[in-house]
Nanobody, 124 residues
Framework: QVQLAESGGGLVQAGGSLRLSCAAS????????MGWFRQTPGKEREFVAA????????FYADSVKGRFTISRDNAVNTLYLQMNSLKPEDTAVYYC?????????????????WGQGTQVTVSS
């Protein structure tokens, strides 16, 4: 089991950048592929990006490809999401999640552990 806690959200102008962090507890962080999702009121939780256990493979939603970068540091049990060229439509609560299945995936149902979320607001 792993516990996750996001940080780094906030208010930023369109075109700006933010870096989200997700701190994981326990000694098993490097046994999980990880992902970032986001959610706005009234909508389903949406896949943003995923990264393999080693960090060697990544996968992005088309809407963020080329603007967002997912990375991880297994030495400090932390997952990151660097968000550049932010748009108002990126406004959402962002969640990190740990995937129990092997490989990468975009389905939220394959992720067993979730953080509490951090709000990102992009003003126009």
């Amino acid at each position: 089991q792993v516990q996750l806690a996001e940080s780094g959200g906030g208010l930023v102008q369109a075109g700006g950048s933010l870096r989200l962090s997700c701190a994981a507890s326990g000694r098993t962080f490097n046994t999980y592929a990880m992902g970032w999702f986001r959610q706005t009121p009234g909508k389903e939780r949406e896949f943003v990006a995923a990264i393999s256990r080693s960090g060697g493979n990544t996968f992005y939603a088309d809407s963020v490809k080329g603007r967002f970068t997912i990375s991880r540091d297994n030495a400090v049990n932390t997952l990151y999401l660097q968000m550049n060229s932010l748009k108002p439509e990126d406004t959402a609560v962002y969640y990190c999640a740990a995937r129990t299945l092997p490989g990468l995936g975009s389905s939220r149902y394959d992720y067993a552990y979730w953080g509490q979320g951090t709000q990102v607001t992009v003003s126009s």
